[in-house]
């Protein structure tokens, strides 16, 4: 069985920061990835990074602020979220992949995780 467990999201005002962490256990992915959902919207791709060799792909939305990267011998992918803005407010969700071309499509993603609250305050 394969787990994918999200960490770190929390309250923070807006400009602040959080590291979000997603351990996955069970199986090694070829890439993984962030995506959130806000309120009343729908799921959207935040940044990917394939597993092998680190190369990432991050949303407009998000690139300068938001780093994607992984620990390989940790299991474990993170998600440095700087100057963080009131829209940036959602939940955000770690999702993995047997595929091995990076992709912002959230059906590409096979394995999701429970996700974790963001929310950003004036």
């Known amino acids: 069985q394969v787990d994918l467990v999200e960490s770190g999201g929390g309250l923070v005002q807006a400009g602040g920061s959080l590291r979000l962490a997603c351990i996955a256990s069970g199986r090694t992915f070829n890439r993984m990835g962030w995506f959130r959902q806000a309120p009343g919207k729908e799921r959207e791709f935040v940044a990917g990074?394939?597993?092998?060799?680190?190369?990432?792909m991050t949303a407009d939305s998000v690139k300068g602020r938001f780093t994607i990267s992984r620990d390989y011998a940790k299991s474990t992918m993170y998600l440095q979220m700087n100057g963080l803005k009131l829209e940036d407010t959602a939940v955000y969700f770690c999702a993995a992949s047997y595929r091995v071309s990076l992709s912002s499509t959230s059906d590409s993603f096979s394995h999701w995780g429970q996700g974790t609250q963001v929310t950003v305050s004036s």
């Open positions: 990074i394939d597993w092998m060799s680190g190369g990432t």
